[in-house]
T-cell receptor
Framework: EADIYQTPRYLVIGTGKKITLECSQT?????MYWYQQDPGMELHLIHY???????EKGDLSSESTVSRIRTEHFPLTLESARPSHTSQYLCASSPRTGVIPGELFFGEGSRLTVL | AQKITQTQPGMFVQEKEAVTLDCTYD???????LFWYKQPSSGEMIFLIY??????QNATEGRYSLNFQKARKSANLVISASQLGDSAMYFC?????????FGTGTKLQVIP
């Protein structure tokens, strides 16, 4: 069973606020990812990391930033939230090598609503 | 470039019937993997089944099977004996060149 946790699960916040979505995994996975997904729509990769102190932007441009100071922790930050940031944010991780190459383990998601 | 195509935005199936969800892919990487994930309305992504590009046999996991046709570059998901709890979004995904690519998803609704 995957051990990857996201907090908060739900967040309603006003425009201009700073928010941080937390993602932690206890599996020792090197690779971690953030996806943005509107309801019923496809997943868009916005950030990924292949290890500590390594972060890259994904396919979809995002105003959010990420950090990877510890292997198990990959938080996502929005300095000034706007209504256009309303979405679900999914965190995932994968091991460098595994039984199923490239399998992603997902957290339960964080649903952000910016008023 | 890697690409996953799911051409069925939505599908209906009668309870206890079988259903096939289509997925085609494109990559020049000879070594790739194909996945199906289920996403219920609660939002989490649940891994269902995996097929490696070099696997000779089609993958099966319980009521799920993957109809892998390499020459056609298709990796359709077959769900046998549909249950009401199968109602969800289903995403096909591919790993190739160290990158994961998702399709646009198919919304499956199981009718009692």
């Amino acid at each position: 069973e995957a051990d990857i946790y996201q907090t908060p699960r739900y967040l309603v916040i006003g425009t201009g606020k700073k928010i941080t979505l937390e993602c932690s995994q206890t599996m020792g996975h090197d690779k971690m990812y953030w996806y943005q997904q509107d309801p019923g729509m496809e997943l868009h990769l916005i950030h990924y990391s292949y290890g500590v102190n390594s972060t890259e932007k994904g396919d979809l441009s995002s105003e959010s930033t990420v950090s990877r100071i510890r292997t198990e922790h990959f938080p996502l930050t929005l300095e000034s939230a706007r209504p256009s940031h309303t979405s679900q944010y999914l965190c995932a991780s994968s091991p460098r090598t595994g039984v199923i190459p490239g399998e992603l383990f997902f957290g339960e998601g964080s649903r952000l609503t910016v008023l | 470039a890697q690409k996953i195509t799911q051409t069925q935005p939505g599908m209906f199936v009668q309870e206890k019937e079988a259903v096939t969800l289509d997925c085609t892919y494109d990559t020049s990487d000879p070594s790739y993997g194909l996945f199906w994930y289920k996403q219920p309305s609660s939002g989490e992504m649940i891994f269902l089944i995996y097929q490696g590009s070099y696997d000779q046999q089609n993958a099966t996991e319980g009521r799920y099977s993957l109809n892998f046709q390499k020459a056609r570059k298709s990796a359709n998901l077959v769900i046998s004996a549909s249950q009401l709890g199968d109602s969800a979004m289903y995403f096909c995904a591919m790993t190739s060149y160290q990158k994961v690519t998702f399709g646009t998803g198919t919304k499956l609704q199981v009718i009692p």
